[in-house]
């Protein structure tokens, strides 16, 4: 079973930035496709972005231009570096292995106007 821990979520102001960071375990990492989901109260979960094992990406709409999705294989990472955050970024976001589906617990960001 792969073991996602998300950190580096907290309160920011609107125009900051914040960088999420997943630790995954497991030496299956390398192979898996990675992903950064949000969810806020009564809306569903959305893909954010997402990095394949040979490094090509996807984000959405909301997103591009702001936020850009990385990863480290020899440390087991993915990252998400958040720019420009505005108000309606704020949420709970989740690290997915979208190989092996699996879930992190989730990181709050706050972003204040």
């Known amino acids: 079973q792969v073991q996602l821990v998300e950190s580096g979520g907290g309160l920011v102001q609107a125009g900051g930035s914040l960088r999420l960071s997943c630790a995954a375990s497991g030496s299956i990492f390398s192979i898996a496709t990675m992903g950064w989901y949000r969810q806020t109260p009564g809306k569903q979960r959305e893909l954010v972005a997402a990095?394949?094992?040979?490094?090509?990406?996807n984000y959405a709409d909301s997103v591009k231009g702001r936020f850009t999705i990385s990863r480290d294989n020899a440390k087991n990472t993915v990252y998400l570096q958040m720019n420009i955050l505005k108000p309606e970024d704020t949420a709970v976001y989740y690290c997915?292995?979208?190989?092996?589906?699996?879930w992190g617990q989730g990181t709050q960001v706050t972003v204040s106007s």
């Open positions: 990095i394949t094992s040979g490094g090509g990406t």
């Open positions: 997915k292995d979208m190989t092996f589906i699996s």
